[in-house]
């Protein structure tokens, strides 16, 4: 990415992406989901990443697949989406494990499903039968797989989480229950924000060079206005100069970044455990 000098105008939006390997775009009953082609090697794994339709919702001049019990929509359409989304995923027999996110570092395990939704911002499980879920607007999405040890992670990394290296407390977690080993994980970052639309200020890029030692490459000038969100690369790797885990897709390269706020996708993560019976759709 380059940086822009001061005064110099922002630049337009990007174009929509063209989606590239390791990424494809699959249609189904109306439904378009992202999925990520090392994951569907997997035969007891199920994941996808939603986008805006095929949905019930009713978003002037279309209908949306909003995920989300949001003011604008009612109970009942969210409910259908979510039905329509775990059932184009091949998962309507699996139990759903959404999270009441707010913006932490805390992380769940989930031996078995939870009567109701607990407060995080990332789950994990390796018990078959379970599916979890997590949802973002700008936030950037992230799925875990551990193939060896058949354990799953679903993360929301927002700017918060990211500060509190929510993606490495959740390999460390992994670490710990499942006995899983970094080098063995599989990685997807999903769509988010992109630097087009993102803006933050000085104090925010302030609080993660405090952190960081190579953030300051991931912003611009923070009087212009216009900085370029940071969130997917310092998900991407570790703090220091390390390169990037080889086993995470590069989302740079593959996908141009996929910003949610341009491409307007619904924004839901959903990773899952077959039970070792049951072969992928």
């Not at 110099?8 to 990424?23: F, L």
Request: glycine content about 8%.
């Amino acid at each position: 990415m380059k940086r822009r000098r001061p005064g110099q105008p922002a630049p337009s939006a990007p174009p929509v992406p063209r989606i590239a390997a390791p990424w494809r775009l699959r249609k189904t009953r109306g439904l378009q989901i992202l999925e990520l082609a090392p994951f569907l090697k997997l035969p007891w794994l199920v994941h996808g990443f939603s986008t805006r339709p095929g949905g019930v919702s009713p978003l002037e001049p279309e209908k949306v697949l909003n995920l989300g019990f949001m003011e604008w929509d009612t109970r009942e359409n969210v409910l259908e989406n979510r039905r329509r989304f775990q059932s184009a995923l091949g998962a309507s027999d699996l139990d759903l494990i959404p999270l009441k996110q707010i913006h932490s570092a805390l992380i769940r395990v989930f031996p078995q499903p939870a009567p109701d939704p607990c407060k995080g911002d990332a789950s994990a499980t390796n018990h078959p039968g379970q599916i979890l879920a997590i949802q973002t607007a700008d936030c950037v999405p992230i799925l875990l797989v551990d193939p060896k040890k058949r354990a799953v992670a679903a993360i929301h990394a927002g700017w918060r989480g990211t500060l509190a290296r929510i993606t490495q407390k959740v390999v460390g977690r992994m670490r710990f229950e499942f006995g899983s080993k970094p080098a063995d994980l599989l990685a997807a970052i999903g769509p988010s924000i992109g630097p087009c639309c993102y803006e933050v200020a000085a104090d925010f890029v302030t609080k993660f060079t405090a952190q960081f030692s190579d953030a300051g490459d991931y912003f611009d000038e923070p009087r212009s206005g216009e900085e370029p969100n940071p969130l997917q690369w310092l998900n991407m790797k570790p703090p220091g100069h390390q390169p990037p885990a080889e086993n995470v897709p590069d989302t740079k390269k593959s996908v141009d970044r996929v910003p949610s706020r341009c491409v307007k996708p619904a924004g839901n993560a959903k990773i899952g455990v077959r039970d070792p019976k049951f072969k992928m759709v």
